[in-house]
């Protein structure tokens, strides 16, 4: 009998998504299987992606990397939020921070207790109550400490970093050679495709040489070599909601110690970011072609640069979407070749991994059940459109009106749960996360709270505590957490005694 289980699994392409499911395989399914990786230097990577989620925390855990070591290979910094500038408002501030904001009552979240004590003019701005909102801006940075009670701030402190794409592929290209994934350094030429049922049975190098699988991973970037040039799966557009299609990205040199956050600043067509590490620091422009001139968006991002930049502005397109399968007869699309949401609240790398996560959960036999791959496609579905819902909030929920680009995004029809989601925000403050979307309530209430979604109302059980009791209640929540960001270390303390990269150690 023919033995129904996958042994040879080819990985097309060799950026951070291709590495990414390299090493998750090479240490998850173990010797037993033939795992080889393709990629062309001659092609090369996308070479952005550098700002991260605490998500990936959990991968590194997976694959038992510990910080230190990760963060002195890849340059790497922490990131506590993401600072958002000029986006409600010309003028405005707001962080989305990771974790937690103050403590919740009971049931109740702890911002409806704020709704009620901003109203009465007892509470601060809602950035007071978290020790990330907090911290962030003061360049304080630790990670939780083990030697103080559960319920301080400082036990639970949510984390991610930033880091060199390049030096982070690298990174991950040695662990997973280490653990025995062959690379094969080439061009693929041509796609071999079953003749009775269009599976793909092997890719051709330009050299000739031909490499047979049974699963094939397509991490090929935009281009989408298999699951697109190949299997022409079709994409689903989403650029009505999302109109920003080209990016400008720079490195400049660092003037300051890093940030322990990324930095997002509306322009009049887009956005641009600021990520810092240790060595340097990592610069875009994403805009709308339809609303600025390519030589007017390198002009506005160099004029923001805080050092001097190291080479000319790169430029990348895209068509923000997502595949109509990210899984498609025996081709699994991982990284750029799957979909692209703009790295607003940098999430693609997040998306790789879970790409990962639920493909090792769905892990297919040879017959390539539909069941297994319906459930994987539906659950990457979900998956997009919560995180694209998520984008388009901070673009619909603004009063700018400064520029055509502006209006167009205040003024679209978005996705009608975000309008529900909205409406109930504003009536009442209150939110409910759908199923296993990935961002928490309190990151939907930190952007709206941020964007001027002010809530009218909050519930009715705030009521039970008498406002005294209310104004001490918040009042001795900042005081802990302002008391406990005191305490923290700067991060470039923190970065100099845990994480400098080998090169720079003195
Ligand atoms: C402007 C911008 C900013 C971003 N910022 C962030 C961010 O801050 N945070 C975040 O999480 N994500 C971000 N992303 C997304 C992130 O960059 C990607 O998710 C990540 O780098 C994965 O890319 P990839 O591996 O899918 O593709 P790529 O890096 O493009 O790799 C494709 C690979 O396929 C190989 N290949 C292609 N064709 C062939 C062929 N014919 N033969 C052999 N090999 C081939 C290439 O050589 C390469 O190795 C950003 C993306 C953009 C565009």
């Known amino acids: 009998m023919t033995d129904p289980r996958i042994k040879n699994i080819v990985i097309v392409g060799g950026g951070t998504a291709g590495w990414m499911a390299a090493a998750a395989f090479a240490k998850v399914l173990g010797p037993t299987y033939s795992i080889r990786l393709v990629e062309s230097e001659e092609i090369g990577t996308v070479g952005v992606g550098e700002s991260t989620v605490p998500h990936l925390k959990l991968f590194n855990d997976l694959l038992g990397i510990h910080d230190t070591e990760f963060m002195k290979n890849t340059q790497g910094t922490f990131k506590l939020g993401i600072q958002f500038n000029d986006w409600g408002r010309v003028g405005d501030s707001y962080i989305h921070g990771f974790g937690t904001i103050g403590h919740d009552v009971s049931l109740l979240p702890f911002h409806q207790f704020w709704i009620k004590a901003m109203q009465k003019g007892m509470a601060s701005d809602i950035g007071a109550y978290s020790i990330h909102t907090l911290a962030a801006p003061r360049g304080k940075f630790m990670t939780s400490a083990t030697d103080v009670p559960s319920s301080s701030p400082l036990a639970d402190i949510a984390y991610s970093y930033q880091f060199d794409a390049t030096l982070y592929a690298k990174f991950l290209r040695g662990y997973a050679e280490k653990r025995g994934v062959r690379r094969t350094e080439g061009k693929i030429a041509q796609t071999v495709l079953r003749p009775d049922d269009g599976f793909v049975e092997a890719v051709v190098l330009e050299s000739g040489e031909r490499i047979e699988g049974e699963l094939f991973i397509d991490c090929s970037g935009f281009r989408g070599l298999l699951i697109e ?48 590490l240790q060595h340097r620091t990592g610069n875009g422009y994403v805009y709308s072609s339809a609303h600025v001139s390519d030589d007017e968006a390198a002009a506005t991002l160099l004029k923001h640069l805080d050092g001097k930049p190291m080479g000319d502005p790169r430029p990348l397109r895209f068509t923000t979407g997502v595949r109509k399968k990210s899984w498609n007869k025996n081709v699994v699309a991982l990284g750029l070749a799957s979909g692209f949401l703009e790295p607003l609240e940098s999430t693609s790398i997040y998306m790789i991994q879970s790409g990962i996560a639920r493909l090792l959960n769905l892990f297919p036999q040879r017959d390539f059940s539909e069941v297994v791959i319906d459930r994987y496609n539906a659950q990457a579905k979900f998956e997009y459109e919560h995180i694209r819902d998520f984008l388009i909030l901070h673009y619909h929920a603004t009063e700018r009106n400064d520029t055509p680009f502006w209006n167009q995004c205040r003024t679209m029809s978005i996705p009608a749960q975000l309008q529900d989601n909205i409406r109930l925000f504003r009536d009442s403050g209150r939110f409910f996360r759908d199923a296993e979307e990935m961002f928490a309530t309190t990151s939907w209430v930190q ?21 005294q009791e209310l104004a001490r209640f918040m009042a001795s929540v900042s005081q802990v957490v302002a008391s406990c960001v005191d305490a923290m270390p700067s991060h470039q303390a923190f970065i100099d005694r845990h994480c400098v990269a080998p090169s720079m150690a003195v």
């Open 229 to 276: 040039q190949a299997l022409h799966t079709g994409y689903i557009d989403f650029t009505h909601w999302l109109p920003c299609d080209r990016a400008l990205a720079v490195a400049c040199e660092k003037v300051e110690p890093p940030t322990p956050y990324t930095r997002s600043s509306a322009r009049l067509a887009g956005w641009q970011w600021r990520i810092p």
């Open 447 to 467: 952007v709206m709270l941020g964007q001027h979604i002010v809530p009218r109302g909050y519930h009715p059980l705030v009521d039970q505590m008498p406002d």
